[in-house]
């Protein structure tokens, strides 16, 4: 960053490129270094905080801090649409952390499992409604979120039976199974593989 853009209120969005790494320049709170850029974590106002020779580049939010979604976060999101190709899903919370809005997301029919891509069904692994584990993957395009499944700890971790009328969720019986405990009706899932604290 040059001297002008030191002293001008520089507002970034999440993934923004800010200025390249060297001795005098490092990453602070608020943004990560890769392949020798510094890019923003969060949305907010660039700081830049120096000590001695070296300057840190910081992004502070605006107001209250915002959490959104970065490639390789494991994310909480609820099915919306499910067809073909692919099914999209809202994120509402990254980790343990809920979101004030929610974010788009979509899971490609390759994304969904780790093994037998190919022959991947989609409405055999997601229904409208469920609640699912997901990985953000790099972002392709702009106006949602690309997130995978193909892990054993990601997938379906609530369902509900679509023919049983009283919402009771379903448990999972095999990696690709689910069960109403009431109606013991089956329906396919690709379910999330879900690690109890007290196992860890």
Not at 12 to 19: A, I
């Amino acid at each position: 960053m040059d001297q002008k853009a030191e002293n001008k209120r520089i507002i970034c969005v999440p993934g923004q490129r800010l200025c390249a790494v060297d001795e005098d320049t490092v990453s602070g709170s608020g943004t990560y270094e890769r392949g020798g850029y510094i890019y923003t974590v969060l949305t907010g106002q660039v700081h830049i905080r120096k000590d001695k020779a070296t300057k840190f580049i910081e992004v502070k939010p605006l107001g209250m801090e915002t959490v959104v979604p970065t490639v390789g976060d494991v994310v909480t999101a609820k099915i919306t649409v499910v067809n073909q190709r692919f099914a999209k899903c809202q994120i509402f919370c990254v980790g343990d952390k809920i979101l004030n809005r929610n974010y788009r997301g979509v899971i490609k029919k390759e994304d969904i499992r780790a093994a037998e891509r190919d022959s991947v069904e989609v409405q055999k692994c997601f229904r409208p409604g469920d609640v699912i584990l997901a990985r953000v993957l790099p972002q392709t395009e702009l106006h949602h979120y690309q997130l995978t499944t193909a892990e054993n700890e990601l997938g379906v971790v609530i369902a509900i039976c679509k023919s049983d009328p009283s919402g009771v969720p379903m448990v999972p019986i095999s990696w690709e199974e689910m069960q109403c405990p009431e109606t013991l009706i089956k329906e396919f899932r690709k379910v999330a593989r879900v690690v109890s604290e007290t196992n860890c």
